[in-house]
């Protein structure tokens, strides 16, 4: 909105003409996040308790997790629409709006935000209900997918590895997928929007890899939205991505703003409007800037924990055994006698590692 209304005006005041940056906005749209979430965090913290809208820590299926998380109980929940406010009003501040990916990211926001806080409703307002069940979520995951998926097919066909898979390591492998770039698409959107959902177990945990991620994205983002960078690190060009970096800037500052309110001891969780959204964004930014194979290391530890529950789901199933003695993996190092600190800390070193290696990447082709 402010590039819309001052950048025309660089002309007769030469000030204005740093709205052209992406930089520029993007700082501006990570501080502008970050500072709505702190600002605002204690208000909507405090309207979420005077609501009594707070955490049950005994829908789990473990006793024993139940017993550990029981000092959690009553905990404010739902706290994502702090983050979800925030990166939306940042993003329609400082970002053209008249972007194709600028729209698409605030269209995925709003839907997986809407889902999210649909399940947080039923969840806190029927008691003895998980909120809605596996399908439903899924089947609107998987809808906002095709969606997608369908108006990326159509936009980037003819561009250059328009419905290609690029993959990490390599300058030539790129496999046309066409057609099929529908389901590429609606794959890593739903994975994602669970994968973090899924994450989002410990104080800080999923807020503090997904900042990580946000950043790494944005870098990305920057890179292959420039011809001169995609160029010199011969990574797919894809025009009019770099403004990404706005929205990628303004995740971040909201990440950081709200982990400020999640850190141990949370005064606040973000509940799955907040989860199913952030994992489905950063998927959707994955496919923009076409590094959906680099999201096995930018998301490196949201992948595990997914992984985590495949795996113990599909051991269970078949041989009646657990792999794990509780899944997601960060519940597993719980039981095991981490404390809750060290497992959150540990996690976010994994994260920044991966974070730092899925950049370095970029140069290794």
Known sequence: ????????LRDSFIAFNLFRYLTFRAAFAAITAFLICVLFGDKVVAALRRHKIGEHTDKTDSAELAKKMWDKKGTPTMGGILIVGAV???TLLWAN???????????????????????????????GVKGLNARSKLIFQLGLGFILGYLLYF????????TQLVFPFFKSFHPELGVFYILLVTLVIA????AVNLTDGLDGLAIGCTTMASLAFLVIAYLVGRVDFSRYLQVAYVPGAAEMCVFCAALVGASLGFLWFNCYPAQVFMGNTGSLTLGGVLGLIAVVTKQEMMLLFVGGVFIIELLSVIIQVASFKL??????????IHHHFQLKGWP???VVIRFWIIAAV??????VTLKLR
């Open 155 to 162: 936009h980037v066909r003819g561009m250059s590895h328009g």
């Open 88 to 90: 939306i009003i940042s």
């Open 340 to 342: 809750e600190t060290t």
């Open 97 to 127: 709006l008249f972007n194709f990916y600028i729209g698409l990211a605030l269209f995925t926001t709003l839907w997986l935000a809407a889902l999210g806080f649909v399940d947080d409703y039923i969840k806190l307002t029927h008691p």
């Open 354 to 359: 991966m974070t730092v290696f899925s950049l």
């Open 191 to 194: 994975g994602t929007s669970n």
């Open 319 to 328: 041989t009646g055994k657990r792999v794990f003695a509780c899944a997601p």
């Open 1 to 8: 909105m402010l590039y819309h209304i001052f950048y025309p």
